[in-house]
């Protein structure tokens, strides 16, 4: 399968290197990095080429890296069904720097792009319906950034004396904070749990 990717990395290499960035071969997948401004026309060409033939869309993702100079990746997933190869593509971009929708290479990167904008807040130029997909409306943020607090912003609570849902800030009672140290998942080895008496019964015994 190596043998294969070589070829395809050396075929793209050759019919597409004023859009390529970075090629390489990492446990058996095939990863290059695009230029952002040929996005789209790189994407056209793995679908439309026949030595390539990359008609479906697997999935496409966003990623965070804050300590970049442009610190979100869009990460897009091909396969070739017919010539039995995957390819990952990635283009890199900054905060209010948009990404080429390539919705009209492929539908199904409608929900996709949806998916990586309200989540990490990937901008996609061109997508005829870039909305939120999976947080409330109304939602601030973007809440698979690392920079997004774990509590989010507000809270969302049914209000019995109103009737409706209400938005609030995020409150954290100080008594949430408070441990005994009990728990397991504290990882304590000072404390006692109920149950190590045994071990220490076994010890003695020599079992």
């Given at each position: 399968?190596?043998?294969?990717?070589?070829?395809?990395?050396?075929?793209?290499?050759?019919?597409?290197?004023?859009?390529?960035?970075?090629?390489?071969?990492?446990?058996?997948?095939?990863?290059?990095?695009?230029?952002?401004?040929?996005?789209?026309?790189?994407?056209?060409?793995?679908?439309?080429?026949?030595?390539?033939?990359?008609?479906?869309?697997?999935?496409?993702?966003?990623?965070?890296y804050p300590d970049r100079a442009e610190r979100f990746e869009?990460?897009?997933?091909?396969?070739?069904?017919k010539l039995n190869q995957r390819i990952r593509v990635k283009?890199?971009?900054?905060?209010?720097?948009?990404?080429?929708?390539?919705?009209?290479?492929?539908?199904?990167?409608?929900?996709?792009?949806?998916?990586?904008?309200?989540?990490?807040?990937?901008?996609?130029?061109?997508?005829?319906?870039?909305?939120?997909?999976?947080?409330?409306?109304?939602?601030?943020?973007?809440?698979?950034?690392?920079?997004?607090?774990?509590?989010?912003?507000?809270?969302?609570?049914?209000?019995?004396?109103?009737k409706r849902l209400v938005y609030e800030p995020v409150k954290?009672?100080?008594?949430?904070?408070?441990?005994?140290?009990?728990?397991?998942?504290?990882?304590?080895?000072?404390?006692?749990?109920?149950?190590?008496?045994?071990?220490?019964?076994?010890?003695?015994?020599?079992?």
């Open positions: 399968m190596s043998g294969s990717l070589q070829v395809l990395s050396d075929y793209l290499a050759a019919a597409q290197a004023p859009a390529l960035l970075k090629r390489e071969i990492v446990l058996g997948e095939l990863m290059v990095t695009v230029r952002r401004e040929a996005l789209h026309g790189f994407i056209a060409f793995l679908k439309g080429d026949e030595k390539c033939a990359f008609q479906q869309l697997v999935d496409l993702c966003g990623a965070d869009v990460v897009y997933n091909l396969l070739s069904l283009v890199m971009t900054g905060e209010n720097v948009p990404v080429d929708t390539i919705t009209d290479i492929y539908s199904a990167a409608g929900w996709y792009e949806r998916e990586a904008w309200d989540l990490v807040g990937v901008f996609f130029k061109g997508n005829p319906d870039l909305r939120r997909i999976l947080t409330d409306y109304g939602f601030e943020g973007h809440p698979l950034r690392k920079d997004f607090p774990l509590t989010g912003f507000v809270e969302l609570r049914y209000d019995e004396a109103e954290l009672p100080q008594d949430f904070r408070n441990f005994d140290f009990v728990s397991p998942w504290e990882g304590m080895t000072t404390v006692q749990l109920p149950g190590d008496e045994k071990a220490s019964q076994q010890k003695a015994g020599g079992k």
